[in-house]
């Protein structure tokens, strides 16, 4: 299956900004975390198809992933 992955602010440096990622199917968003080397400290929201959602779900074909670091300042 294919899914759009977004990364956003920190969580592009030496990564993408957005990349069209082939995986196996029942791939979960943690599968996808751990793959790209996240750190889980520093995960912020993470939305599927632009809604909220858990890092447990599985992702279908056609899906869009993105997934924001936590971000601090006073």
């Known amino acids: 299956m294919t899914v759009t992955v977004k990364l956003f602010a920190t969580f592009r440096e030496g990564r ?3 990349d069209r990622c ?3 199917e029942q ?3 943690a599968q996808i975390i751990e ?3 996240l750190p889980e ?3 912020g929201a993470i939305l599927l198809n ?3 959602v858990e890092k447990d779900l599985v992702l279908h074909d056609g899906d869009t992933l993105s997934i924001f ?3 601090g300042g006073g």
């Open 35 to 37: 793959q790209l080397e």
């Open 69 to 71: 670091p936590l971000v």
């Open 41 to 43: 400290e520093q995960l």
């Open 27 to 29: 791939t979960t968003i």
């Open 16 to 18: 993408f900004k957005e």
């Open 50 to 52: 632009s809604r909220h």
């Open 22 to 24: 082939s995986y196996p």
